[in-house]
DNA sequence: TTTT
DNA sequence: TTTT
């Protein structure tokens, strides 16, 4: 079975590092990826790719982009089901990043507030290795 | 920006042709795509995919698959959100094909019941042309 | 049969608009893309891979990309041979662009010289539509 | 940069596996990729995909697949050239993988001749790590 | 709501 | 909850 998902957008929000209780670093960005056309009001509208980035790949990304930045993703569909507090099953369809790539213009951002880290937990069945 | 994706994996259902007012058929499946590591309990998971297939490749696809039939698919992913009946926003992440392959052993469906026919009211924001 | 690729990359030189004799837009450019890893002297190198661009994509290609703009390609491998004047069989290996976006910053070339059309004989068989 | 090709084709003969001197193993295997539209003679032709396969999947390959074996392939592309004994520069494209997957039927193969393996001298420059 |  |  095949999994292949390229994107290149722009991130919706500065990223934030997180880790989880063993110590993996893993971020969360939404990328806004521009469609090819226009609906019926002459609009280009955007998709909102939710995408999961792990280890590595998770600490360059908040170092090297903010709200903004074109990345090229490369990596696979994932989906999961959680039930919310009403108790309805709330179904997710997201991108497990495989790499990511910064692409345009990279500006300064040596002077910029260190984002800061979070320790979260995440289950076992949300790793993607 | 890019926005591709490719899928081979298994449809988990019967499809079913639809229709929206203006004739253009259409059809939703999920594809059950199969995941290439194990999880904490050594099972292979697979990923559900909504895939949504417009006009002609709508037709083919219910006329040439069934539950269970390996599809490959090329698309791009759509993100969408409507409000349920509680009053709370729903996101959705879907593919929408570009084209669709069908691959395996072509099980004689000839004689097979001839799926029903449905109109729907699709809103043009749905439409991926 | 499935057979997708995407490509970011930089164009190795301006690009050159021809046409067949049919007056068919066309151009052909190489992408210089970067690779991931280093080789035994811990220097980056690059795949240079040909692409074809048919049509409005060609022209807009011409118009608003020169040496070293950034592009990402979607579109398929294609293979095809002939023999040279030595009567050996090449064979060559191309993208045929099915789409194309212009990445990175868009430089003012409005002033810039116009690149010149060439009419060019295309066999039926290079065609991809 | 991005690079990234999706290929779902067939086999052209039997896998053969190679030992680099290092004990490295790899095959050379070319997928037959029919297309989605036909010729001027009415004619559905197909592209021939060169694609070199490391390690573990090289096994698997060799031992899972014979001519005509339906196969996926994930990877990228890389160009490299030589001089011929001719003394003319030769370009070769072709896939490196990253993943397989065999698809269609499995038939069973544990009755085969097994097929020989030769050690091979490939250069630094061809290696994918 | 999930396929082999 | 959305980017330029």
Redesign the interface.
Known sequence: ?????????RLTRDPELRKTSDGLPVTTVTLA?????R??HGEIE?????CTIWKKPAENTVQYCRKGS?V?V?G????RHYDNK?G?R?Y????VAE?I?F???KPNYAQAEPPPTVTVTVT??EL??
Do not use: H, W, Y
Not at 1 to 9: A, D, E, H, R
Not at 33 to 37: D, E
Not at 76 to 79: F, K, W
């Open positions: 079975m095949i999994n292949q998902v390229t994107l290149v957008g990826v521009s469609r090819q056309f609906n019926q955007a998709d909102f790719v939710q074109v090229g490369t696979r569909l994932q989906t009403e309805k709330v997710v369809t997201e991108v790499s790539r692409l345009g213009a076992k069945e993607p290795f």
